[in-house]
């Protein structure tokens, strides 16, 4: 039996899957749309568990429109709304919020400051972002003073952050792997595009304990394997 590709598409307004036989050819593809949350002006949220839920169900229902079975799938690609940030659970695998999505400017005044600092420069040169609450370390470091007991939880190693892709690996590996590439970490504002790793000096200016931080990967590799996901 031939080997197709499934490829995720993650988007900021739905999820879409699309399977791919050995030719590159599309054969079948599902898409839904989920909930946007606008909880105060200039916020922007939404529910990573819907995120997966619609993810894994497009997945599915590709699958079955193709008329084939998880067994026929050599491998699954993702990609992803970028910048939007994802605190978890490392135990219960439970979101500790809301993701705050790329779009979200509740941030913005932080940024002000670390500009108002002098930082800009610095920000610049590691990571080749300008400072703005666009990206993910801003949005981290909300998650650690807002939300109850995070902080607290991520001194002591019980949190992960990821970015979509990262999420949706966890899950589709049942928390066997926590990972991102490289394309998506290069715009957290915490990685060093020069020595391509996450940047120790960054995380302390934004206060975020390195266990938070997923394992950087190139884009095109074998990550890990999922199974009962799609069956």
């Not at 990262?166 to 504002?189: C, E, F, K, P, Q």
Request: proline fraction near 4%; glycine fraction near 8%; aromatic fraction near 10%.
């Amino acid at each position: 039996m031939p080997k197709f590709i499934l490829a995720l598409d993650q988007g900021t307004t739905s999820s879409r899957a699309i399977v791919f036989n050995h030719n590159g050819l599309p054969v079948a593809a599902a898409q839904k749309e989920f909930r946007q949350y606008f909880p105060k002006p200039g916020w922007v949220e939404h529910d990573p568990e819907e995120i997966w839920s619609t993810q894994a169900g497009v997945a599915l229902e590709a699958i079955t429109k193709a008329g084939l079975e998880s067994v026929n799938i050599a491998a699954i690609g993702i990609t992803n709304q970028r910048e939007t940030t994802i605190v978890w659970n490392r135990k219960t695998g439970k979101p500790v919020c809301n993701a705050i999505v790329w779009q979200d400017r509740r941030t913005a005044d932080y940024c002000d400051k670390l500009k108002n600092e002098g930082l800009s420069r610095k920000i610049l040169e590691k990571t080749g972002l300008i400072i703005d609450a666009y990206f993910s370390a801003t949005k981290i470091r909300w998650i650690l003073d807002n939300v109850k007991d995070a902080g607290e939880l991520a001194d002591k190693g019980q949190l992960a952050f990821g970015t979509v892709d990262s999420w949706l690996v966890w899950n589709l590996t049942h928390g066997s792997l926590h990972i991102t590439d490289v394309s998506n970490a290069s715009r957290t504002m915490l990685f060093n595009i020069n020595t391509l790793k996450w940047d120790d000096e960054l995380l302390e200016i934004f206060g975020i304990p390195p266990g938070m931080l997923p394992e950087v990967r190139s884009s095109s590799e074998i990550y890990g394997n999922t199974s009962g996901i799609f069956s």
